[in-house]
């Protein structure tokens, strides 16, 4: 399983312990993020990894930011993106469980970076339901 990784300024030291978690698992990594604490904007990191999931170079993408509503904003913006901020375990279950969200958005500055790893985990470990819930998820798209 691939994974997409971008994070802004608030996010390099979150970013850093999900990727030890992500080699340990032995998953691949797609790196898009900022690896300085120097102020950047967010949208220059999360479009790479929202095109990466859209374009199916990876199955799941994470985001990291100060508050996660920036990255989330943003991806959500891509047609195919379910992006799910989360800032506690059981909200990720819901977002992939429920939501089948493809994209993890963690706020850097409400959660500590173990929690963040273990959201991780969670995510990646979170089979979606299916059934009442993907006929709501099929009424997300607008026609165009």
Same mark, same amino acid.
């Given at each position: 399983?691939?994974?997409?990784?971008?994070?802004?300024?608030?996010?390099?030291?979150?970013?850093?312990?999900?990727?030890?978690?992500?080699?340990?698992?032995?998953? +691949?990594?797609?790196?898009?993020?900022?690896?300085? +604490?120097?102020?950047?904007?967010?949208?220059?990191?999360?479009?790479?990894?929202?095109?990466?999931?859209?374009?199916?170079?990876?199955?799941?993408?994470?985001?990291?930011?100060?508050?996660?509503?920036?990255?989330?904003? +943003?991806?959500?913006?891509?047609?195919?993106?379910?992006?799910?901020?989360?800032?506690?375990?059981?909200?990720?279950?819901?977002?992939?469980?429920?939501?089948?969200?493809?994209?993890?958005?963690?706020?850097?500055?409400?959660?500590?970076?173990?929690?963040?790893?273990?959201?991780?985990?969670?995510?990646?470990?979170?089979?979606?339901?299916?059934?009442?819930?993907? +006929?709501?998820?099929?009424?997300?798209?607008?026609?165009?």
């Amino acid at each position: 399983m691939t994974i997409s990784i971008g994070n802004d300024h608030a996010g390099t030291d979150y970013k850093i312990a999900i990727l030890k978690y992500l080699e340990e698992k032995r998953y +691949t990594v797609i790196n898009h993020g900022t690896d300085s +604490t120097s102020s950047v904007d967010y949208a220059d990191f999360v479009h790479p990894v929202a095109e990466d999931v859209e374009n199916k170079k990876a199955t799941y993408g994470i985001l990291i930011c100060g508050s996660a509503n920036g990255v989330a904003i +943003t991806a959500n913006k891509h047609q195919k993106i379910r992006a799910g901020l989360a800032w506690n375990k059981e909200i990720v279950q819901l977002v992939r469980g429920h939501n089948n969200a493809n994209v993890l958005c963690i706020p850097a500055r409400f959660t500590a970076i173990h929690q963040a790893v273990e959201m991780v985990e969670v995510f990646l470990n979170t089979e979606f339901e299916g059934g009442r819930h993907q +006929t709501r998820i099929d009424k997300i798209p607008l026609s165009c």
